[in-house]
């Protein structure tokens, strides 16, 4: 919700924006026996871990697969400089029922 309090306190229009097909660029790569106790140890210490991906014949190309970016109409927010929780809520409810409307017309 820190992007849409930023929009509100900047005045700054909010574009949904959603694409399709961008899962299929890679596949999971191999060798989980090795990698799964790597990652398990950076998400314990670092909080994060390493996607382990493979493209294109093993490489980090992606595969040559469509992917198609939807971008919908801006949703205008009034400038708050100090929006509280509620108004913040009442704005990302708005964004995600027009996320959810562009979904639905374009899945």
């Known amino acids: 919700r820190g992007f849409i309090k930023i929009a509100m306190q900047t005045g700054a229009s909010l574009v949904p924006v959603l ?3 961008e899962t299929a660029l890679y596949a999971p790569g191999g060798g989980a026996v090795m990698w799964n106790p790597v990652n ?5 210490t670092l909080g994060m871990s390493l996607p382990i991906l ?24 009034e400038k708050n400089s ?15 029922a027009r996320l959810r409307a562009l979904y639905d017309k374009h899945k």
């Open 40 to 44: 398990q140890a950076l998400l314990r």
């Open 19 to 21: 694409t399709f097909g």
């Open 54 to 77: 493979s493209g294109w014949m093993g490489t980090m190309q992606p595969y040559a697969v469509p992917v198609n970016t939807i971008v919908g109409e801006p949703f205008v927010v």
């Open 82 to 96: 100090e929006p509280s929780s509620d108004q913040v809520e009442q704005v990302h409810t708005a964004y995600c």
